[in-house]
């Protein structure tokens, strides 16, 4: 049966049990050939065990020398694994480790026994080690990269991209950055990498091949931009634009629970997924969120749309840890912007003040001389008034015809001159009042009432504002009728106390807009009412008693009116007008 | 009966000024050269209208008014000064008449005479 075994196999009581064996085992003669294959060896060989019988083992296995090496240098010696590749007659090389050992065969025989373990599983561990020792290097060949060189955050950006297609980096065919914008509530496409169709990418890569850059050069182009160079993928980035509130969208997701996700062919929809299939064209993709400390910065998606290369656990991981490395690089780099400009802010603030400063001490030394000038003008004014007054008595005193009477009026004359000449001195040194301008009522009184509101609620009173006269403008100095209902709010807000409402209104009249102010406190009592307006007259323990007073006279120069009525049910209401402008469209008022 | 009249200033000159033009409209005239001596005379002579300087040394004018408003409001005050721009002080705002100081008394005179009622000129 077999031709070269040995006649009566049950002289080696172990025959039948190696035959059997599904570890590969070989059973050779003293020339090395195979005399026995379990079979667990025709399996590994991929071919039947009488091929096999007679063939020197050898010739399997490479390097070919290795094996009498082995059989040879472990007589009498303990059985030393060594590692052989194994080549079956058909199909691939198979790593493996061979254990010789040697035995008395039937007839006094020397019998080799090699078993063969197969290396497959553990190898494919070990590149899968390397691999990820290689990232690992790379990675921080990258932060190193990302830190070291002063980058502005565009460069930053363009050299993460890089990294992630980059030969020696991870090898995705392309890369999008999504940043988030925090005013507009969105994430937004920034700039992508990677070609746009195949031809192109067999061109780039074979390029790149050629030019064997080191990663940093690579990155680091500060000659060029991707913007310019990869159009048609930062066309795409253009449109990729997620509002942050789509709290499902797999990009805010990935960002809110830092979470990289790999989406493939195959995969049902999820919410944003089929966004991304249409910006991306194609239905496999990864995503991984830029998150720091602080938050989520943005977002790392990459595909192999190109080659079509389906994404590996390690590919996804090395993106997230890319992803993070990038993300403090990319905040650093947005904070050093931002510091930039903050010191560029302060430069011209600085430079401004020096200028405010010198046109203050400008404005300062005329004020001096103004208010020096004021003084003498003021201090003559008095014996002007004598002089004046007293030749005035005279020239009245004296007989019509008298030279001295002429004299007396001449006196008189010349001091109303000197008094004109002050008059005017000391209108051109008066500081010019705050002037009136056409404002709208409604919004100016809702403003007013607005800052008021915090200090109400303090009070535990609410404010009702409703205005009537929308896009009414008056003509008035708006810090003076801001000023008058600050004295009624607060006059009200005193009244009541704690609790309750508080209503301004505005209403349209004839000629005039109408303001009330309506409160429920106590009310005013008719015998208080008359004094109302009195200055320094109050009824509280605190204050000047000048609030209404300063109110009705500023209303009172508006040609307005004040007035306080009793509200049925208790509580004041105090009402100001303020009068249409006069339609003059022949000689319009001038705004000064 | 004649109505009197306080003038309160510190220049000797123009208390002579005033007292002898008040007297030539008609007025019975007192004079004092500062405030607190004019808050005195509003207590022992009761005069019927105070004109009233504002700048003077010791108390001031807007200070006077307020003590002569808290004794008796009922007596009319005008406030006579050469600052013009005292009329933008609102404590001021107080006094019955405001007259910028002037060698034409004709303005002071007649707003005496409008605040006492006193139309008919006597001249």
């Known amino acids: ?404 009477r002429q004299y007396a009026g001449i006196i008189t004359e010349e001091v109303a001159r000197l008094e004109q000449i002050i008059h005017d001195l000391l209108d051109f040194i008066r500081p010019k009042k705050i002037l009136r301008k056409l404002v709208p009522l409604d919004e100016l009184i809702t403003d007013t009432a607005r800052m008021y509101e915090g200090q109400m609620r303090e009070h535990g009173i609410s404010l009702d504002i409703a205005c009537g006269a929308e896009g009414v403008r008056v003509r008035v100095n708006p810090s003076e009728i801001q000023q008058v209902l600050q004295n009624l709010l607060m006059n009200a807000l005193q009244a009541m106390g704690s609790g309750g409402r508080i209503a301004v209104r505005t209403r349209l009249q004839p000629g005039c807009v109408r303001v009330e102010v309506q409160d429920e406190g106590p009310g005013v009592p008719e015998d208080v009412k008359q004094k109302l307006f009195t200055p320094f007259f109050t009824t509280k323990p605190s204050g000047s008693g000048l609030g209404l007073a300063i109110s009705n006279q500023i209303v009172k120069g508006h040609g307005g009116t004040l007035a306080c009525q009793a509200v049925p049910g208790g509580g004041a209401l105090f009402t100001f007008t303020v009068p249409l402008p006069r339609p003059h469209p022949a000689s319009p008022e001038r705004e000064q | 009966m004649q109505k009197r009249v306080l003038i309160v200033d510190d220049e000797p000159h123009l208390r002579l000024l005033y007292e002898t033009e008040l007297r030539r409209a008609g007025f019975e005239t007192m004079s004092a050269a500062n405030a607190e001596q004019g808050l005195e005379f509003v207590d022992s002579m009761r005069p019927d209208l105070v004109v009233l300087d504002i700048r003077m040394p010791g108390m001031d004018g807007v200070e006077a008014l307020q003590r002569i408003l808290d004794r008796d409001n009922t007596i009319p005050v005008v406030l006579n000064t050469a600052y013009s721009s005292y009329r933008d002080n609102f404590m001021t705002w107080a006094a019955d008449a405001y007259v910028t100081k002037s060698s034409d008394l004709g303005e002071l005179v007649s707003t005496v005479r409008e605040l006492l009622h006193e139309e008919t000129v006597s001249q």
Request: proline share 5%; net charge negative; charged share 25%.
């Open chain 1, 1 to 404: 049966m077999i031709p070269s075994a040995p006649e009566t196999p049950g002289e080696l009581p172990l025959w039948p049990v190696i035959e059997g064996s599904s570890a590969p085992l070989f059973v050779l003669d003293e020339a090395h050939r195979i005399v026995l294959a379990s079979a667990g060896s025709c399996r590994l060989l991929a071919a039947l065990a009488h091929e096999l019988q007679g063939q020197p083992l050898a010739r399997y296995l490479a390097p070919e020398f290795a094996l009498a090496d082995a059989l040879s240098a472990q007589e009498g010696a303990i059985a030393r694994p060594c590692e052989l590749t194994l080549c079956p007659p058909r199909g691939a090389p198979i790593p493996v480790e061979v254990v010789c050992d040697h035995c008395d065969g039937p007839g006094g025989r020397r019998l080799s026994l090699v078993a063969i373990h197969d290396l497959t599983h553990i190898k494919i561990l070990d590149q899968d080690r390397l691999a990820r020792l290689g990232k690992l290097s790379l990675l921080n060949q990258i932060n190193e990269a990302l830190y070291g060189a002063r980058l502005t955050l565009d460069q930053m950006l363009e050299a993460v991209l890089h990294c992630v297609t980059a030969d020696q980096g991870l090898r995705f065919n392309r890369a999008f950055l999504l940043l988030v914008e925090e005013r507009a509530k969105r994430l937004r496409g920034e700039v992508a990498i990677g070609p746009s169709n195949a031809d192109e990418a067999a061109r780039i890569w074979s390029d790149l091949a050629d030019q064997q850059h080191d990663l940093f050069a690579l990155m680091v182009r500060y000659d060029r931009s991707c913007k310019q160079t990869d159009v048609a993928v930062n066309e795409i980035v253009k449109q990729m634009v997620v509002p942050m509130g789509h709290g499902d969208h797999i990009l805010v997701r990935a960002m809110r629970e830092r979470q990289a996700f790999r989406v493939v062919a195959s995969e049902i929809d999820f919410p944003g997924v089929e966004d991304l299939r249409r910006w991306l064209g194609t239905g496999a993709f990864a995503v991984a969120p830029l998150t720091t400390r602080r938050g989520a910065v943005g977002v790392l998606v990459a595909d192999n749309a190109i080659s079509g290369k389906e994404i590996s656990d390690l590919d996804l991981e090395f993106l997230q840890l890319l992803a993070n490395v990038s993300a403090n690089a990319i905040e650093n780099s947005r904070l050093y912007q931002e510091l930039q400009q903050r010191l560029a802010d302060l430069r011209r603030a600085a430079q401004r003040q020096k200028e405010d400063q010198k046109q203050l001490l400008r404005m300062e030394r005329l004020s001096i001389m103004g208010e020096t000038a004021g003084v003498v003008a003021h201090e003559l004014r008095n014996p002007l008034v004598a002089i004046g007054g007293f030749a005035r008595a005279l020239h009245r005193a004296l007989p019509e015809g008298d030279a001295n």
